[in-house]
């Protein structure tokens, strides 16, 4: 065989390896799924969504569900005196791809040894944006952070990542358990979900 034959015939060996490889790299990446828990992520966070229940003017009434930092908090910079602040965040989820939050802080009121700590709210704002899940599976919340998945105390809940300082600098960075809770209060006030309440 020539010279110039057996290159030729390298080459073209070498080319349709390459194309190969190629195509197997696409397949890989286009079977390639993410998971949270188990599950798609738009499956798993779909059950954080905001929502109620019940029924005005029954007897149980109406309740609020979402995603709270109620078992968990941010820690901000203590004040002049030495008092502890923290902030909490309650995430209203919306089914339109949107949300909103109402983010407080929290300034730690003096109590005696025997009495168990309480907080005075400080502040309260509302945020809002837009949510998109991302590539690792995380539910990216616009000018707030990202959510990912989380069991607490074996039930699904999510992990909030702050990325954004909200007022006080301090919780960026910061990371905190965000579990469903049921309440009476929602991001609307009771009165507006049941008028003449």
């Known amino acids: 065989m020539k010279l110039k034959t057996l290159v030729h015939v390298l080459l073209v060996g070498f080319v349709a390896l390459a194309t190969q490889s190629v195509s197997f790299a696409q397949d890989i990446a286009e079977t390639k799924t993410v998971t949270v828990n188990g599950e798609a992520p738009e499956v798993y966070y779909k059950r954080f969504t905001y929502k109620t229940s019940g029924k005005c003017y029954s007897e149980y009434g109406v309740y609020f569900h979402f995603l709270s930092t109620f078992h968990d908090s941010l820690t901000l910079p203590p004040v002049a005196d030495g008092r502890k ?3 909490g ?9 949107t949300y909103e939050a109402d983010y407080s802080e929290l300034l730690e009121i003096p109590v005696r040894p025997d009495e168990n700590r309480r907080y005075e709210v400080l502040r309260t704002d ?46 960026r960075g910061q990371m905190v358990t965000m579990v469903m809770v049921t309440s009476t209060a929602g991001k609307v006030p009771y009165n507006k979900v049941c008028p003449g309440y």
């Open 85 to 87: 602040m923290e902030a």
């Open 89 to 97: 965040i309650q995430l209203y989820l919306n089914e339109d791809g």
């Open 126 to 171: 509302r945020i809002s944006g837009r949510t998109q899940l991302n590539d690792e599976g995380q539910l990216e919340l616009e000018g707030l952070g990202r959510l990912t998945a989380l069991k607490y105390n074996d039930k699904p809940a999510a992990m909030l990542h702050v990325d954004h300082d909200l007022h006080t600098a301090g919780i």
